[in-house]
């Protein structure tokens, strides 16, 4: 009888460590996505409630990129290349996708920043990533993005060198076509309003 309960208990708390490894598992990648957006690693913008700043004279370039994956029909490409802007100053800038395909298709877009070390300067206040877009057949949809550079960027030894960062975006057919190629890692959460 001893044996039986002590054998229950093994078992309950196995069950109890496997069911939290399987829980730890799930929240893996929200976890990550907040430590990027809070860290700024991995070249991910950081995250978080509108600052009041000041403007900088000094000006730094953003380019534009616009990729997709091979299994989504689509065309996407930034309307322009590249702006420049003075740090800490608010700039919008868009995006157009078209459906090349003869039905509906919905895809999903994840977003990084290069250099790495200028992620946690560059602030997105509103975008289109990580929001599933429908396009009908043959419709084309401006995405807007919205975003600033901290001017502490210039006084930071490590990216006091930085004068040109990179925003980069990438459509999937969903976000697990996006784990599959590696591009979800370097991903931030969304934050602001949605583009719908």
């Known amino acids: 009888m001893a044996r039986r309960r002590a054998g229950a208990g093994t078992a309950l708390v196995l069950a109890g460590v496997v069911g939290g490894m399987l829980g730890l598992s799930f929240a893996a990648v929200p976890l990550y996505r907040v430590f990027c957006a809070v860290t700024g690693f991995g070249g991910t913008p950081r995250i978080g409630p509108e600052q009041s700043r000041s403007v900088s004279t000094r000006t730094i370039v953003v380019r534009f990129n616009a990729d997709t ?23 919008v800038a868009f995006y157009v996708a078209r459906n090349d395909a003869d039905r509906p298709v919905t895809g999903i877009a994840t977003y990084n920043v290069t250099p790495e070390k200028a992620g946690q300067y560059f602030h997105k206040t509103a975008c289109f990533c990580f929001n599933e877009q429908t396009l009908a057949p043959h419709q084309d949809m401006q995405l807007p993005v919205s975003f600033w550079v901290d001017p ?26 996006a784990a599959k190629s590696g591009k979800l890692a370097t991903a931030g959460p969304h934050v602001g309003p949605l583009v719908r």
Request: charged content about 20%; overall charge negative.
């Open 152 to 177: 502490a960027i210039a006084s930071d030894p490590s990216t006091a060198d930085v004068t040109t960062i990179t925003l980069s975006y990438t459509f999937f057919r969903s976000l697990d076509d």
């Open 69 to 91: 994956s091979a299994g989504l029909p689509w065309s996407f490409a930034p309307e322009q290349k590249q702006v420049t802007l003075r740090l800490g100053e608010d700039q």
